[in-house]
């Protein structure tokens, strides 16, 4: 029962934000879009941390190694950051 | 005929003759192949997220065409060719892409081009809105999800 307690207390729902806004594109052109979805040392977030579905997930890796492609987002981040 | 964005990276101290050249050519190779060439994004000089070449800067020119396979080829065959171009990439935008109504759509778009930056930043707005959204139906899920629980633990104890 204990740990039943303890998990209560750290569950939060984590909700897609792009699901949850229409809005909001995932286009590798919009790199501070993509910024929120990468570590300060430029890996991509996964989504059990950043909630984002499944579908969305996809997209956003695409456009995120796209973004490193065109030298918009890091392959490797600067930790001093 | 597919929608093809193709982005070229120049060096960035390359003077201003020499980038129309290699663009005017690209745009010749297109037109040739029989495609459309919808328009020619500069984007500036700016900072790169890491150093190509040694260099830390680069001259961004997104350009968005309509065309078949082979001209995306021979454009990249250029490309790969040009020591001053730093880095290319394109990317299909859409498969099917009928270049007409491509073109009637940029001419409406271009009749209010002051509309383009508030859309921007209305963009960003909505970003911050969302995760504010987001958090506030966070917490009401998870409060949901307590009460819903508290039943259970009683039943089981």
């Known amino acids: 029962m204990a740990v039943m307690n303890k998990r209560r207390f750290f569950h939060r729902r984590k909700v897609c934000r792009f699901c949850a806004d229409s809005k909001l594109r995932i286009d590798y052109k919009e790199p501070n879009t993509l910024k929120y979805f990468i570590t300060e040392r430029g890996k991509i977030i996964p989504r059990r941390i950043s909630g984002t579905c499944a579908r969305h997930q996809r997209h956003l890796a695409l456009e995120i190694k796209r973004a490193r492609k065109i030298a918009l987002l890091p392959y490797v981040g600067n930790y001093e950051q | ?157």
């Open chain 2, 1 to 157: 005929m597919n929608r093809y964005e193709t982005f070229i990276i120049f060096e960035a101290d390359l003077a201003e003759e020499d980038r129309k050249m290699v663009l005017d050519r690209v745009g010749a190779l297109v037109s040739d192949s029989g495609g459309t060439t919808i328009l020619f994004d500069e984007w500036g000089t700016k900072k790169l997220a890491y150093p190509i070449r040694k260099k830390n800067q680069g001259y961004y020119v997104r350009m968005d065409y309509c065309g078949r396979g082979p001209a995306v080829e021979a454009i990249e065959r250029i490309l790969r060719q040009d020591t001053r171009v730093l880095r290319f990439m394109t990317v299909r935008m859409e498969a099917d892409a009928d270049p007409e109504a491509l073109k009637a759509e940029m001419a409406t778009s271009a009749q209010e081009p002051a509309s383009e930056e508030p859309a921007g930043e209305s963009t960003e707005e909505a970003a911050k809105e969302t995760t504010e959204e987001a958090e506030a139906h966070a917490s009401d899920a998870a409060a949901e999800t307590e009460t819903a629980e508290e039943p259970q633990i009683a039943g089981k104890e």
